[in-house]
């Protein structure tokens, strides 16, 4: 599910500190505006994510993920949450000519979004977390996830 550009594949990766101004808009980094792009237009989706995150895809990568949620199972009840979670909160928002795109106010106050955010690659789409949700939650991880456990189990198929 990576965007091809050209012959090249997309992978959005790194972590970029924004600001979200009085409208609810926040800049997309200058590096991967262009890959939202197509027939003059620069949109992206915006959804909700179980982690208090908000998840950003090109439309292209939305309508696979879309499709991908509508063929689950609506008796089985994960999959319902997930898709009222991902597809009841899906907004398109296009980015302006200065690189801003919307953040609508329903999906800010899930995030606890406010004013400082992080912006952090995650090869097909973005997260967008509150600096402060994020800076807690990496604390957290980092202090979990420092045990025997997870560096054997989790990482035993990485080549580092």
Known sequence: MWEIVGKLICMFKGRS??????????????????????????????????????????????????KQLSNLPSYNDEARFIQRLLIGHATESEID????????????????????????????KFELWAENIWNKNMKSWLDNNNSSEFNNNALSDLKL
Do not use: H
Not at 29 to 55: E, H, I, M, S, W
Not at 100 to 121: C, D, S, T
């Open 17 to 66: 500190n924004l600001s979200i101004d009085s409208k609810g808009r926040t800049s997309m980094p200058q590096r991967y505006r262009g890959v939202f792009c197509a027939n003059k237009k620069c949109k992206l989706v915006v959804t909700a994510d179980k982690d208090k995150c908000l998840l950003i895809f090109t439309l292209k990568n939305w309508e696979n993920i879309e």
């Open 97 to 124: 000519s200065q690189g801003r795109f919307l953040i609508p106010n329903p999906l800010r106050e899930y995030a606890g979004i406010q004013k400082k955010v992080i912006l952090l690659g995650q090869g097909s």
